[in-house]
């Protein structure tokens, strides 16, 4: 059974700080792997999806690697601002269509 | 060009009653999602449908709770005789296509559903 997990629960940076998320997941036959970012009392907003073929996407400030063999990936944030503050997300897709979330990790960029 | 619709936005229902959640998908998409939210906890897949079938409904509670997507219309997520476990917001989501033992499809998630049972 997959299981995903998202260190840190939750982070507070300065403005301005560079920083990464973590996700991990434990079986590593996955097709792809997915960061949404999640507003309180909102939906999610796809931010970048990583096929297993791939090692990195990137988009705009944002940056997600994937190391399928060891299990993880990471959303590394450049030049992080107030309006990054919300849940990040970490999700994959198995052989069946559904994805398996983390719990996420709380972001607060402080002015 | 519409996203994914969800209605309503918050839900109230006492003990007892039944829930009905609506989720429109983009159009053009033939693939619905719903997952649930429980507070503090991550997104928990509950049923995928595509018209007229339900194809993995693994997450789904056997008792008191259903879901449907039918020809026309919104698919549906029907909730019997809530209970205050079932205080959760509940997402839906759609994608154009299949990609099942593919890379693909991006799911496009709706805004939720709030449900408070008191």
């Known amino acids: 059974k997959q299981e995903v997990t998202q260190i840190p629960a939750a982070l507070s940076v300065p403005e301005g700080e560079n920083l990464v998320l973590n996700c991990s997941f434990t079986d590593s036959a996955i097709y792809n792997l997915q960061w949404f970012r999640q507003d309180p009392g909102k939906g999610l907003t796809s931010l970048l999806l990583i096929q297993s073929s791939q090692r990195e996407q990137t988009s705009g400030r944002l940056n997600a690697s994937l190391d399928k063999s060891s299990g993880r990936s990471t959303l590394y944030i450049a030049a992080s601002q107030p309006g990054d503050s919300a849940t990040y997300l970490c999700a994959v897709k198995g052989g069946s269509e559904k994805l398996v979330f983390g719990k996420g990790t709380k972001l607060t960029v402080n002015p | 060009n519409a996203g994914v619709m969800q209605n309503p936005r918050h839900l109230v229902r006492r003990r007892g009653q039944e829930a009905r959640l609506r989720c429109s998908p983009v159009k053009g998409h033939s693939h619905v999602y719903w997952y649930r939210q429980l507070p503090e906890e991550g997104l928990k897949f509950m049923v995928y449908l595509q018209k007229e079938n339900i194809i993995d409904e693994s997450g789904m509670p056997k008792e008191r709770f259903s879901a449907e997507f039918p020809k026309?219309?919104?698919?549906?997520?029907?909730?019997?005789?809530v209970v205050r476990g079932d205080s959760a917001a509940y997402f839906c989501a759609s994608s154009p296509k299949s990609s099942f033992r593919g890379g693909g499809e991006t799911q496009y998630f709706?805004?939720?559903?709030?449900?408070?049972?008191?």
Do not use: A, D, K, M
């Open chain 2, 72 to 81: 026309e219309g919104p698919s549906i997520l029907r909730i019997q005789q």
């Open chain 2, 110 to 118: 709706g805004p939720g559903t709030r449900l408070l049972v008191l």
